[in-house]
């Protein structure tokens, strides 16, 4: 059995993609940018830098610097998510079970601090969690393994005895590419076929309910 858990946040503790989606749709909307949404599946999971640079023209980076666009658009989804924020379906119970069976548990997310302190407060989960690494704690976000590496070596173990749970492309690149044990894959963010076809994941569930017992993992 695996000593730690690795959870990705955005779309694997809750189901926020949609949210996200909203966000930028205010955000780009602000500054005139109509095609977003054509580029948006291939940045989930990636850095706010590498997202703001994918979306936005260069001009208006130039012109208002990537860290108060970052701001802008985080302070909008706090704002439209907080009224309804809930974690994925079973992860409560999840985390219950992890913690007894002394298996600690970690955030790995390339999301800023204020996003994951305001996730694991708004869900109630905080007390579940040995380490938090977000991506303004790192040089490097998803899809480079520095965020998992740090999660892993935060709670004093081995990338291989580590599981580490993802909804997108970046993480799971990042979680393989970290040495991980295991990278189960949830269906929040891409179905399940798109996930099939199209990475490298040892396990597919929907939501936390699929994983009955710590010993599954």
């Given at each position: 059995m695996?000593?730690a858990?690795?959870?990705?946040?955005?779309g694997?503790?809750v189901?926020?993609?949609k949210v996200?989606?909203q966000?930028f749709?205010v955000f780009?909307t602000r500054?005139g940018?109509?095609?977003?949404?054509e580029?948006?599946?291939a940045?989930?999971?990636?850095g706010n830098d590498d997202?703001?640079?994918?979306?936005?023209?260069e001009?208006?980076?130039?012109?208002?610097?990537?860290p108060?666009?970052?701001?802008?658009?985080e302070?909008i989804?706090?704002?439209?998510?907080?009224?309804?924020?809930?974690?994925?379906?079973?992860?409560?119970e999840?985390?219950?079970?992890?913690?007894?069976?002394g298996?600690?548990?970690?955030?790995g997310?390339?999301?800023?601090?204020k996003?994951?302190d305001?996730?694991?407060d708004?869900?109630?989960i905080?007390?579940y969690?040995?380490?938090?690494?977000?991506?303004d704690?790192?040089?490097?976000?998803?899809?480079?393994?520095?965020?998992?590496?740090t999660a892993a070596?935060?709670?004093?173990?081995?990338?291989?005895?580590?599981v580490?749970?993802?909804?997108?492309g970046a993480?799971?690149?990042?979680a393989?590419?970290?040495g991980?044990?295991q990278?189960?894959?949830l269906?929040?963010s891409?179905?399940?076929?798109?996930?099939e076809?199209?990475?490298e994941?040892?396990r597919?569930?929907?939501?936390?309910c699929?994983i009955?017992?710590?010993?599954?993992?």
């Amino acid at each position: 059995m695996i000593k730690a858990a690795l959870f990705d946040m955005d779309g694997t503790l809750v189901n926020n993609t949609k949210v996200h989606q909203q966000a930028f749709d205010v955000f780009c909307t602000r500054y005139g940018v109509a095609d977003w949404q054509e580029k948006f599946d291939a940045v989930i999971g990636m850095g706010n830098d590498d997202i703001m640079r994918h979306l936005l023209p260069e001009e208006i980076i130039q012109k208002k610097g990537l860290p108060a666009l970052a701001e802008e658009k985080e302070a909008i989804y706090r704002e439209i998510y907080a009224p309804t924020i809930q974690p994925v379906k079973g992860l409560v119970e999840l985390l219950k079970m992890l913690q007894a069976a002394g298996i600690r548990c970690a955030v790995g997310s390339s999301g800023c601090k204020k996003n994951v302190d305001f996730v694991l407060d708004k869900c109630g989960i905080d007390s579940y969690f040995d380490a938090r690494i977000s991506g303004d704690m790192v040089s490097h976000c998803k899809p480079h393994p520095e965020i998992y590496l740090t999660a892993a070596k935060t709670l004093g173990v081995k990338p291989e005895e580590c599981v580490v749970f993802e909804d997108a492309g970046a993480g799971f690149e990042a979680a393989r590419r970290a040495g991980v044990k295991q990278v189960i894959a949830l269906t929040t963010s891409f179905s399940r076929e798109h996930i099939e076809q199209s990475f490298e994941v040892d396990r597919i569930i929907t939501d936390f309910c699929d994983i009955k017992t710590p010993e599954e993992l």
